[in-house]
């Protein structure tokens, strides 16, 4: 049975699907500067071409999400987009979803755009999910959230950031009820996370498609009871989180926590093999 088999389309269940059968891992695709330089690689869209592509070979079919970082495409304009292209074009021929690490956000027609960019069927970046920043309100970024659902893909809301300037914004609290910004953040996306068993008279439980970023080193996370829905946990490895901390956060919701490393896999190649083998050893299957 393959993952499009085992699970309802709609794209928190594949996700969860991808997790029971490579693993509940996200690997980034970081092709940064100091990256390109230790791989022995040009820093021009050639060197951008060969790490990614690397990259692809090593990770697509053995992990269950991969996370191209798409600012350092744009950093090389289009000869960036098209490698870009090139990159979500082979993702989409194996069995490992792919969310782009886009972080857009804006209001009305523009915050369409966004969507009909990296989740339209017709779109050349189209990828299984995009990440999305909410500081105009979650509900500017409807046009997105409607969007992923209607295709079946998803979205992952900045609800609490890793870095130490987003946890002392994120942490503020709104009001006397004590519910911090980044609790108001899951709370509004899990209202679009509700079961819909009845409607498509499925044996699965459903997993919601409007998914949330939360950092493994987040002192005081939101509660993520009733998101339903996959959560992307930044941090582990390189910014000192480890998967113990993953487990805190995570609590009776496992299932749908997908730690994100990017570093300290990628740091282990330039190899193909060296690259797939870190990656299985985070993701339990070494």
């Known amino acids: 049975m393959g993952i499009e088999d085992a699970n309802p389309r709609n794209f928190g269940n594949r996700l969860v699907a991808a997790g029971e059968c490579f693993g509940r891992l996200c690997v980034g695709i970081d092709p940064h500067e100091a990256l390109l330089s230790a791989w022995g690689l040009s820093l021009d869209a050639e060197g951008l071409r060969e790490f990614s ?38 993702l989409r021929e194996s069995d490992s979803l792919v969310v782009a690490d886009a972080k857009r956000g804006d209001i009305g027609s523009t915050m369409e755009g966004y969507a009909l960019a990296w989740l339209d069927e017709n779109s050349p970046l189209r990828c299984d999910a ?29 609800s609490a950031n890793s870095n130490p300037e987003a946890e002392a914004f994120q942490s503020q609290v709104l009001d006397r009820s004590g519910v911090t910004v980044a609790q108001q953040m899951v709370d509004e996306c899990a209202a679009y996370n509700v079961d819909k068993r009845a409607e498509s008279d499925s044996e699965y439980a459903y997993v919601g498609h409007v998914g949330v970023v939360v950092g493994a080193t987040v002192k005081t996370p939101p509660n993520l009871d009733h998101l339903n829905a996959p959560v992307l946990m930044p941090g582990v490895g390189a910014q000192g989180a480890t998967m113990e901390d993953v487990s805190r956060i995570a609590g009776a919701n496992a299932h749908l926590v997908f730690p994100n490393v990017s570093r300290s896999v990628l740091s282990e190649g330039p190899d193909v093999a060296d690259l797939r083998k870190a990656a299985k050893v985070l993701a339990g299957r070494g």
């Not at 990259?55 to 600012?71: N, R, S, T």
């Not at 500081?135 to 409607?146: D, K, N, Q, R, T």
């Open 130 to 158: 995009v990440t999305l920043t909410p500081y105009l309100g979650v509900g500017s970024l409807a046009p997105a959230i409607e969007l992923a659902g209607r295709e079946n893909r998803g979205v992952f809301v900045m």
């Open 53 to 90: 592509l690397r990259c692809v070979e090593a990770f697509a079919g053995h992990v269950a999400l991969i996370k191209p970082q798409v600012a350092f495409y744009e950093r090389f304009g289009s000869a960036g987009f098209a490698v870009l292209e090139e990159v979500l074009a082979q």
